[in-house]
Structures are given as structure tokens and as C-alpha cells.
């Protein structure tokens, strides 16, 4: 059974924008199912060489063959122990925008809950590793940068389509949605 991979705010508000997208969950979904296949068929494919060239030859090359064969059979099945972990990584980059705040991801920390009362402003990451992300700015001084709102890279893991304002060339759509939310959060059309 695959994992669930929506995103779920850690509040009671109103969604009114959430990443990972389902078009990027059902991508990431077929992508490991993918991965795993590959995996079984290569680990099947080698390990019957191996096999094969123990029982059949009687040289050594045959059993060099087989040894040879192992490498990729180990590889095989290393790659089905670590594809759980991959698919937790790759999914850790929530971000959901609700009427009562954001639920975003710093960077190796666990998610956290940004109640609209204590936005002081939104802004972007300036650093190498995020450049891009989008920066909630509390209140209190706190700077939490969100994993998955900045262009999408090796750090980030963020799904391009959510990244991208429909034309492409805008802000991205998390930034667009949470500036979007703040503002009229602001002006008093959600319920406080």
C-alpha cells in the first residue's frame, strides 16, 4: 500500500493552497512504483545469472561471472530498503495555506504550524541552499524559510508545477498564494 502523500495542514482552517500537487503525487507515486519494478526485475535478472554461472560452469570464470552478477543484485536490493526513505524525503516539503496560517517545512526540521497572527511579512530566501524559498518573517524576529516553495532543486525537492505561476514567469504560485492569503487575512475577510 503506498503512502499517503497529501499534504495536511497542521490547523482547522479553510485550504486554499497546498503542495505537494495530487499531479505531483501521482507522479511521485508512479515514478517510486517504477523505480521498484526496475529494481525486482534486475535483482531477478542477476541473480539468475549468478546462478546460472555457478551451476554451469565448472571454470573460474564462471564463478568470477557470478560474483560480478552480485554487485548489481546488492545494488538492487539496496535500492528497494532505501525507496521508503525516498519517498519520505521527497515528500517532506509541505506547504499548505489556510485561513488561519501556514503549515510549511524549514529545511531538516520537522513542520510547523505559522498562525497569520504572527506574520509580521513574507519574503524570499536569499542564501545559496533556498535561494527563492519563501521566508515567513514572525513577529517575534523568527525567519522560517519553507523547503518546496523556491525553484526546484536537490535541497528543495519541490515539484516545478506548483512552483510555477501559471504564465511561468510571475511569482511562484506558493508565494503568490501565501502574499494572496495574508492580504486578505489583512483586510478581514477571514475569521478571526
Not at 90 to 119: A, Q, Y
Not at 122 to 138: I, K
Request: hydrophobic share 50%; glycine share 6%.
Amino acid at each position: 500500500m503506498a503512502p499517503d502523500l497529501t499534504p495536511h495542514a497542521l490547523d482547522d482552517g479553510d485550504v486554499l493552497y497546498a503542495t505537494p500537487t495530487r499531479a505531483y503525487r501521482s507522479l511521485l507515486h508512479g515514478t517510486v512504483r517504477a523505480i521498484q519494478v526496475l529494481a525486482v526485475a534486475l535483482l531477478v535478472i542477476t541473480g539468475g545469472a549468478a546462478i546460472w554461472a555457478l551451476v554451469a560452469s565448472e571454470r573460474s570464470d564462471g564463478a568470477l561471472f557470478a560474483v560480478v552478477m552480485v554487485i548489481p543484485a546488492l545494488g538492487s536490493l539496496l535500492l528497494l530498503a532505501l525507496t521508503p526513505r525516498i519517498l519520505r524525503t521527497l515528500h517532506r516539503t509541505v506547504f499548505v495555506v489556510t485561513t488561519e496560517g501556514l503549515t510549511l517545512t524549514p529545511l531538516h526540521e520537522p513542520s510547523r504550524h505559522v498562525p497569520w497572527d504572527d506574520v509580521d511579512h513574507l519574503a524570499q530566501e536569499e542564501s545559496s541552499r533556498l535561494r527563492g524559498a519563501l521566508v515567513v518573517a514572525t513577529t517575534d524576529g523568527e525567519r522560517i524559510s519553507a523547503t518546496g516553495t523556491g525553484p526546484a532543486s536537490a535541497i528543495s525537492f519541490a515539484p516545478l508545477p506548483a512552483l510555477l505561476a501559471p504564465n511561468g514567469r510571475d511569482a511562484p504560485a506558493p508565494h503568490a498564494a501565501a502574499h494572496a492569503a495574508l492580504d486578505l487575512y489583512r483586510s478581514g475577510a477571514f475569521h478571526r
